[in-house]
């Protein structure tokens, strides 16, 4: 099989894999629990959240809570804040190419709670523009949640230039959905507060991840029960699945640059290749992260090729997989001022650190084979 969906998750280390197994074995206790079991595992918790927050360096700022996914940490974030500190203001802005789990917390947020969302266009590169950050402040804001790298399309925005502009002109928060930047792309993380890690991008298993917040804030818990992780995440913790997305988190930062560089020499091989063909439409923004490339096609239904591909063992995606179930049609690509055509008939290759030249040879071999015997 080749794999080049890691946009939506990637391969699990072997490595890791047989860590959480003898976590899990060996230190099953529960870590609130008042014996010599609880307060050993109670140690293996504790270094890994001091590992995730060193390795992304904000340990004297921040706090990292345990979470099941970066799905359940952008509503934790998100609904936690806003819920607590309502008295302060109800408005929230975000960006129109946000990931689900943030747009649609928003939007319950304004639906059920009464909250006034302002909605940013970004600009044709898939950008929030940090000027239409500033016109969008009001007395009343008090979260700004901003994408990091997105999902699709692989835009970076402006973070550092956003965050100065929240902090400096407002008493707002900000949040970034760093899902797709985690050892991918440099960012300002002690000037982000509220952002998350997710287990399953990183090459650590699928039911790990983190929301990482400034010291300062507090949340209202949207899990009642046993008062874990400073009493805003009620359930016991597995040790084992922290303790390895502390270990991933710890080499994505350490192995960023090295990755980098050889996922940006596949990106501009399938790039350049792309780029020659008169019936593709780019999606994906020159300057945008090297782990995710996506295309249109203007005379083949993608669908169909992509189904091609899968049965010849060549994994690649038409859509985001968190949405995908529910819909064809790429609001990312919209944003972007495509025409519903290309909006519905979007193809996405995301690399991982593990993806060779070979890879990618193969797949444009396979695309072109595929592409010259469909007739749509």
């Known amino acids: 099989m080749i794999y080049l969906d890691n946009a939506a998750t990637t391969q699990p280390s072997r490595a890791l894999i047989d860590i959480y197994q003898r976590l899990e074995s060996d230190y099953f206790a529960n870590a609130n629990s008042n014996h010599l079991a609880g307060r050993n595992a109670e140690k293996y918790l504790s270094k890994a959240r001091a590992t995730i927050l060193e390795s992304l360096g904000v340990e004297m700022s921040h706090r990292a809570i345990f979470v099941s996914s970066a799905t359940e940490a952008n509503n934790l974030a998100l609904k936690g804040f806003a819920l607590k500190y309502q008295n302060r203001g109800k408005h929230i802005i975000v960006s129109n190419i946000e990931h689900p789990s943030v747009y649609e917390s928003v939007m319950q947020l304004r639906d059920q ?3 006034e969302v302002t909605v940013l266009n970004v600009n044709h590169k898939g950008q929030v523009r940090p000027e239409d950050v500033r016109m969008a402040l009001k007395k009343t804001t008090i979260i700004v949640s901003i994408i990091a790298v997105n ?3 692989g835009s970076i925005s402006p973070i550092k230039d956003i ?3 929240v902090h400096q002109h407002s008493k707002a928060v900000l949040h970034v ?3 797709q930047a985690i050892g991918k792309v440099s960012l300002p993380y002690k000037d982000i507060d509220m952002f998350c890690v ?3 991008k990183i090459n650590a298993l699928k039911g790990s991840g983190a929301l990482v917040i400034k010291k300062t804030i507090d949340l209202l818990p949207l899990l009642s029960g046993g008062n874990q992780e400073f009493g805003l995440r ?7 699945l922290a303790y390895t997305l502390a270990i991933a988190t710890k080499e994505a930062i350490y192995n960023q640059q090295k990755a980098t560089i050889n996922v940006t020499s596949l990106y501009s091989y399938i790039r350049s290749h792309f ?3 008169n019936n593709v439409v780019i999606n994906s923004p020159s300057n945008g992260s090297p782990y995710i490339f996506n295309f249109s096609l203007t005379d083949k239904k993608t669908s169909v090729i992509v189904e091609a591909l899968s049965n010849e063992g060549i994994m690649v995606s038409s859509i985001s997989a968190c949405h995908q179930k529910l819909t064809t049609s790429s609001y990312v690509v919209k944003a972007l001022g495509r025409s519903e055509e290309l909006a519905n008939n979007t193809m996405r290759i995301s690399f991982d650190k593990m993806t060779k030249l070979e890879d990618i040879q193969a797949f444009i071999k396979a695309f072109e084979a595929v592409v010259a015997r469909i007739r749509t």
């Open 113 to 115: 709670f009464g909250f």
């Open 151 to 153: 999902n699709e399309i």
């Open 163 to 165: 965050a100065d502009i």
């Open 234 to 240: 009620s359930s016991t913790i597995s040790i084992a």
């Open 198 to 200: 997710s287990g399953h």
């Open 177 to 179: 959905d760093t899902t």
């Open 275 to 277: 780029a020659k063909r």
